[in-house]
Each structure stands twice: as structure tokens, then as C-alpha cells.
């Protein structure tokens, strides 16, 4: 029976690719095992192979075509004896299935829907600006600083020769040069330490992890050498670097490649530690990172790696560390997140609008130093708090804002602050057990109408 | 031993200038143990008695802007560098006059001036970090070294083999210094480690070394000398494993049980670093007897005026708690 060949997914977070190239015609036969088209993700471009022996009886997507969802049919595959007419009965096979509707709100007791007022950053007038990723801006951002800056130099695994492995480092080695990007071994604790000490010795290195996951091989240095000597040596030398890479739970990749380590490297003084969610923030804040005299753990998210923002579109744009962003005012309920945990949370205020409930959604941006001020002025005006992000709940950031705010708001307060978190278990490979641990925009929803007493 | 004997024609300024200094540490860290037993220097105290020539060959053969990294063992490496012994004891105490406005204590101090970067408490973690120093020396294109030490016990830690494969594949100019003075705190190294010499991990690297006899400040002196040139002409790392001993515990709480007073005894009569120097300057008519006894007696002044100076000198000020966690930008 004709097969259809579907779009591949070619990494754990891939929802759609391009088709960059047919290297088969309609007609041809393949063998399990050859090459039939070359699939750009964000990532890479990357062969696709037969599976199967047949013909190519027809091909459904034209090469060049971008944005094709993964299982969408690109191509049909005729067995033995089956003519071009048996193609038709296999493209009308159904669709792979698609995501289930969301139940409808309930609409009896909505109030009318709010206004949204989206708060703009404080920039000059008629700034314009560039759609980016989160990944272009990362790459901006640190190639604009070495470029100013020749003590500046970026480390790691996979981040010269292959482009980085999350393509963040892409085309810095032929602008910089192997002195200047440097590809390592996969030895983090020796890396990690090598740096540190190149820190001391009047560097300002960038350190990627492949993932914060492996950063746990090198936290003694971080935490022991890098956060510790300033202090240590009554303030002669310190280590002026970033540790950044991807944090937190990726997808399907298991229980030692997903966590959220903000509220580890939160906890340690001498450190300052960034988890930007827009690719604005991105930029902005890795550029003040890398020019920030003290060792910053910059916390990056591969989901978001490949999330269009708009980018302010000027010369040598920064975000100072330490300062949250207001995304949206409201007046009900004060809703705090940061990193990816943003992107439940602006979609709770999103549906809670809709209700009629007016949520002030803020965007910590920095966990150490944290704007706490931001946070109980909010709190001041809506008099009700809910934190969200993806990390562990025990002695997680939401604790700690919630701490701050018993300390500081408690008369503010009309409600107890809840925590939104993932779940306290190692995360589950499993499709639907992974879903169940992470943090989601209906628990955000159901957390907000909890402390509104609705 | 691969390192040559001294030298009989070492002059004798060289020879009074080796002495001067490997007596200011033995006597520094007597009194250093002194204090301690005073309660007035507390926690952790790592004493080096024993292991004087190391430092002071080593640093007979380095040159201004070269820089050194150790672990807590390093009061020695601090006076042999030229720091004061002032600031290192008032460190001790911890008082505001000490290297780190008290706040380091004796497992961490520090001296940017003197190219001294600790001081470091954590066995092994100070050999990635003087493999970086010398990274950030390559960088910048200059011609010094980062003297790289460690002891026995830290050559088993993981991370060590992990810069020497970073060092050799780079060409790092790091020379590192396994003072091995054969006990990683109470383990023997014939219970710890499985390789009767440790420098010849190396070679795997492709890393060269030697054995040096670090009782004999000549011999270190000499082998440093060697190391350092090959550091220089951008051949990359090098190894000495120097064979020392310390007289003393681990720290000043470990009764040292584990050896017999015998041993301790022998190196002692045998083997001391500083009374070879000393037989060497008298039968080779360099000094008198009357001359080193001034010598001894300035000694012990400079190091009872820092003993002075470390109890003298006040606490802390209370505001210095929150002071030095975070650099401004300049």
C-alpha cells in the first residue's frame, strides 16, 4: 500500500522545519537507508533517509518551503507494482491527529472581558525594532561584546567548529577566530575551572554549558572559586565572567536533562543570576552579564531558543541586572514568573482577562539581585501574588517571594500567595507524565482564581 | 633522583638569601603553631614546616609578573613571593591587617600585588584555576608562568587530569608542582595512590617531568629553572614532583598518628632543608656562626613584630561583613 513519508522531527523541541531539498524526483526509487531530502531545523540542517524501499510516487511539499509542521505528509512512497493512481487513497488517509480542542471557559459568571494594558519599556521615542529569536539575540549580544571588548572570549562544548550546539555561537568563530572561541572537551569542572582562573588573571571569559544540567560537574568552581574569591580576598580579585546555556526542562529528554537550577544559583551570594524569557531581555541582559564585574549565571531555555520577540533596534542595547519588567498592569492580581515560566503566566493573564480579572504580570528577568520592590509595590496595589516557574517547590523562588512578601506586604495581603511550580518528582520521560509535572497555564488560572476567592 | 646534586660553587649570597627566607617560614610557622595553641589563630591551620625548600627554590627561579596558586597548605608560599609576613599573620588572627581585612582566614589569602591567587580550600580546585592563569597569560601574549602547586593527595582528584589535558592540548605556560610530602592527611601514598610516581601520569599527556628532591632548595631551584624555560619557549606544561615531607600534622588538629615519631625524627635529622643550607654555608666558610646567629635573630624579630602586629591589629570593622561580595562596575 502507498506509504506517505511524513515530516521528521529532528530534535527533542522541534515543531516545524524546512524543507530545504529534494535530493529525489517523483519516479525515482529509494533504498531503505538513502538520502531523500535535506531538512533545515533552527537548529541544523540535517539529512533525512528512507526508511522504506519503494517509488516516489508523488511529492507533497515543493523544497524551499518553511514553517512544515512535523508529521505533515511531504511525500508518498509507492511499494512493488503500485502506479501513480494508488497515490490519491493515501493522501486521503487521515491526518495525523491534532491537538484536542481546549474545553470552552466557563462563560456564566465571566465578567466583561479587561483592557490590557501591555507596558512598554522605557525607550527613546520612535525606537523601531527587529523581529528576533532568542538564540540571534544571544549570538548578537555576545559578538557585539567581544567586539568592543578584546579580553572578552567564548568557551565551551561544540561552540566553535559545530556552531554551537544549540547553534547560539553560530558564525562567531570565523568573525573571532579559534584564540577566541574555543571548543573543550567535554570536561566541565576542568573547564569551568580553567576559566575562573583566566577571570583572575584579568580575562572576561563566557562560559557555555551545554546544558545547566552539566554545570553540576563544575559547581564547586562556580560556587567555591568563582562566587567566593572577592569575598575571600577582601576585595582584591574576583572572577568578571558568565556561565550561560540552556536550563530547565527541554522536551522527552528525562529526568538528569530537565531542571531548573534558578533556585540554586539564587541562593549564593557573590553570584547574580539571570533568567531573561524575551529576546530582548536576552540580548540586553547578556550584554550587561558579560560587562558585569562579578560572575553571572545566565540561565537560557531551549524552548525559547527559537521564539520571535521584537528586539529594540539600537545601537548597543543593555538591560540592567537586577531590575524587573512590569509586561502588563493590572489591578486584581499580581502574577510573577520569569524564564519560560513567562509563557504560562502570560497566557493565564491572557484567559483571566477574558474573565474579567485584571492580572499585573511581572517579569523578575534577575534572581539575584531580585527586585522584591517591584514586586511589593504590585502587591501593594492588587493586594494578591502568584508565582510561576518550572523548578522544583521546595525552597524555590516562589518561597522565597512569598517569604518576602509575608515579611514586608503582610498587610497588603488579602490572600495567601500560592506557588506555581513543576512538580516535586525527577521529571518523567513520558509524553503525558512530562506534561503532568511541568507547571501549566490552567493551574496558573486556577491559582489566581483561588487567591481572588472565585 | 633525576635532578642533579647541588652545585658546591653556589655563591654565597645565593646560599645566605635561600637560608634567610626557609627560616623565616619555619620560624613563622612556629610561631603561627604557637598562636594557634594561644586560641588566638583559629579553625583550620596547615602548617609547612618541612617543606620550606620547595617554595623557596621555586621561586628562585621565577621572574616579576610570574604568578603562583596553592592550596591551604600556603603560608609558606605567601612569605617565599615576598608578602608580608605582617599581613599574613595578621590574616591568621583575623584582623583587620590581615591580606584579606580578615576575612580569608589561613586557607585564603590572596595578593594581587605579589601575583599570589590563594590560597584555596578545596583539595585540587586551584589546579584548573593556575591552568586558567596561565590560559590568560597565553592570551595576552606575554612570557610568564603560573607556578601550579599541589599536593599528593590532590593528584587523585579527577579535575587534575582534566587540566592536564587542557594544558598539553592548549600548551599552557603552567608548571605544576606536586609537592609530594607523602601523607594526603593520614593516608600514605602507598594506600592511596596507585602509581609509585606520580609525575609520570604526565606522559599520558604527553605532559614531560621529573622528580626533584625537594629537601635540597639546589636541586628545586635547579629543576624549576628547567621547567620554567620550557614554560617560556611555549612548550607548554611541565611537571615536578617534588619528594618533601612536613614535621607536622595535617592541620594543627591531627595528632599524626599514622607514622611513627621515628620517621618524623629521621627526616628531620637526615633530610632538613634548612640545615643543609646551613652546613653548607659554614664548611664552605660562606658564614660564620656568629653571622647566622644575627641572621636568626633578625629573623625572629621580623616574625615577633608580625606576631605582634596580628594580635594588635583590631577585629574586623562589623560593616565589613557586607563589604566585598560584589564588585561595582568600574
Request: aromatic share 8%.
Amino acid at each position: 500500500m502507498a506509504t506517505e513519508i511524513l515530516m521528521p522531527a529532528l530534535s527533542p523541541t522541534m515543531e516545524e522545519g524546512t524543507l530545504a531539498k529534494w535530493l529525489v524526483k517523483e519516479g525515482d526509487t529509494v533504498q531503505s537507508g538513502d538520502i531523500m531530502a535535506e531538512i533545515e531545523t533552527d537548529k541544523a540542517t540535517m539529512e533525512f533517509e528512507a526508511v522504506d524501499e519503494g517509488t516516489i510516487g508523488k511529492i507533497l511539499v515543493a523544497e524551499g518551503t518553511a514553517g512544515v509542521k512535523v508529521n505533515t505528509a511531504i511525500a508518498v512512497l509507492l511499494e512493488d507494482g503500485e502506479s501513480a493512481s494508488d497515490v490519491a487513497q493515501a493522501a486521503s488517509a487521515p491526518a495525523a491527529a491534532s491537538e484536542p480542542q481546549a474545553a470552552p471557559a466557563p462563560a456564566a459568571q465571566a465578567k466583561a472581558p479587561v483592557q490590557v494594558n501591555v507596558v512598554e519599556e522605557d525607550l527613546p521615542e520612535g525606537t523601531t525594532f527587529k523581529t528576533q529569536t532568542v538564540r540571534e539575540a544571544l549570538r548578537d549580544a555576545m559578538s557585539e561584546e567581544m567586539r568592543s571588548n578584546d579580553d572578552v572570549y567564548l568557551m565551551g562544548e561544540e561552540v566553535a567548529e559545530y556552531q554551537g550546539a544549540y547553534k547560539i555561537s553560530q558564525g562567531m568563530l570565523d568573525e573571532f577566530g579559534s584564540k577566541r572561541v574555543i571548543d573543550t572537551p567535554i570536561t566541565e569542572h576542568g573547564f569551568a575551572g580553567i576559566a575562573v582562573g583566566a577571570a583572575f588573571g584579568g580575562l572576561r571569559p563566557i562560559v557555555e554549558f551545554m546544558t545547566f544540567n552539566f554545570a553540576m560537574q563544575a559547581i564547586d568552581q562556580i560556587i567555591n572559586s568563582a562566587a567566593k574569591t572577592l569575598y575571600m580576598s577582601g576585595g582584591q580579585m574576583g572572577a568578571p565572567m558568565v556561565f550561560r546555556g540552556p536550563n530547565g526542562a527541554a522536551a522527552r529528554v528525562g529526568a538528569q536533562h530537565s531542571q531548573d537550577y534558578a533556585a540554586w544559583y539564587a541562593q549564593i551570594p557573590g553570584l547574580k543570576v539571570v533568567q531573561p524569557y524575551s529576546a530582548a531581555d536576552a540580548k540586553g541582559l547578556l550584554k550587561s552579564a558579560i560587562r558585569d564585574p562579578n560572575p553571572v549565571i545566565f540561565l537560557e531555555n531551549e524552548i525559547l531558543y527559537g521564539q520571535s520577540f521584537d528586539v529594540p533596534d539600537v545601537e548597543d542595547y543593555t538591560v540592567p541586572l537586577g531590575k524587573a519588567r512590569i509586561w502588563r498592569e493590572g489591578t486584581d492580581i499580581t502574577l510573577v514568573s520569569f524564564g519560560i515560566g513567562m509563557k504560562y503566566t502570560l497566557e493565564a493573564a491572557d484567559r483571566l482577562a477574558a474573565e474579567g480579572v485584571s492580572a499585573e504580570v511581572i517579569d523578575l528577568r534577575c534572581l539575584r539581585p531580585m527586585d522584591t520592590a517591584a514586586v511589593i509595590k504590585s502587591v501593594m496595589k492588587t493586594n494578591r501574588c502568584v508565582t510561576i516557574e518550572e523548578g522544583f517547590p521546595v525552597c524555590s523562588i516562589g518561597n522565597h517571594l512569598s517569604a518576602v512578601l509575608m515579611q514586608e506586604a503582610f498587610d497588603y495581603l488579602d490572600a495567601p500567595v500560592i506557588n506555581c511550580t513543576g512538580k516535586d518528582v525527577p521529571m518523567p520521560y513520558a509524553a503525558n507524565l512530562e506534561k503532568l509535572a511541568l507547571v501549566t497555564t490552567d493551574e496558573v488560572v486556577a491559582a489566581a482564581n483561588s487567591v481572588l476567592y472565585r | 633522583m633525576a635532578t642533579k646534586k647541588a652545585k658546591s660553587n653556589t655563591s654565597k649570597e645565593e646560599l645566605l638569601h635561600h637560608y634567610k627566607e626557609m627560616l623565616l617560614i619555619r620560624r613563622f610557622e612556629e610561631k603561627a603553631g604557637q598562636l594557634y595553641g594561644m586560641g588566638l589563630i583559629g579553625g583550620f591551620c596547615h602548617l609547612y614546616i618541612g617543606q620550606e625548600a620547595v617554595v623557596v627554590g621555586l621561586e628562585a627561579a621565577a621572574k616579576e609578573g610570574d604568578k603562583r596558586i596553592t592550596s591551604y597548605r600556603d603560608h609558606g608560599h605567601m612569605l617565599a613571593c615576598g608578602m608580608d609576613p605582617k599581613g599574613v599573620m595578621a590574616e591568621l588572627t583575623g584582623r583587620e591587617g590581615g591580606y584579606s581585612k580578615g576575612k580569608g582566614g589561613s586557607m585564603h589569602m590572596f595578593s594581587k600585588e605579589k601575583h599570589f591567587y590563594g590560597g584555596h580550600g578545596i583539595v585540587a580546585a586551584q589546579v584548573p584555576l593556575g591552568a586558567g592563569l596561565a590560559f590568560a597569560d597565553k592570551y595576552k601574549g606575554n612570557d610568564n608562568v603560573t607556578f601550579t602547586y599541589f599536593g599528593d593527595g590532590a593528584a587523585n582528584q579527577g579535575q587534575v587530569y582534566e587540566t592536564f589535558n587542557m594544558a598539553a592540548l592548549w600548551d599552557l605556560p603552567v608548571i605544576f608542582v606536586i609537592e609530594n610530602n607523602q601523607y594526603a592527611m593520614g593516608t600514605s601514598q602507598q594506600r592511596s595512590t596507585s602509581s609509585a610516581e606520580i609525575y609520570e601520569r604526565g606522559k599520558s599527556f604527553g605532559i614531560p617531568g621529573e622528580i626533584v628532591d625537594g629537601m635540597d632548595v639546589l636541586a628545586v631551584k635547579a629543576a624549576g629553572e628547567k621547567a620554567v624555560a620550557h614554560c617560556r619557549a611555549g612548550k607548554g606544561p611541565y611537571i615536578l614532583e617534588v619528594k618533601t615531607y612536613r614535621y607536622r600534622g595535617h592541620s594543627m588538629s591531627d595528632p599524626a598518628k599514622y607514622r611513627t615519631r621515628e620517621e618524623v625524627q629521621k627526616m628531620r635529622d637526615e633530610k632538613d632543608p634548612i640545615d643543609h643550607i646551613r652546613d653548607m654555608l659554614v664548611t664552605g666558610k660562606h658564614a660564620s656562626e656568629d653571622e647566622l646567629k644575627a641572621i636568626d635573630k633578625d629573623i625572629k624579630k621580623i616574625v615577633n613584630e608580625s606576631a605582634e602586629f596580628a594580635k594588635e591589629s583590631p577585629e574586623p570593622a562589623l560593616d565589613e561583613l557586607w563589604t566585598d561580595i560584589y564588585a561595582e562596575a568600574q
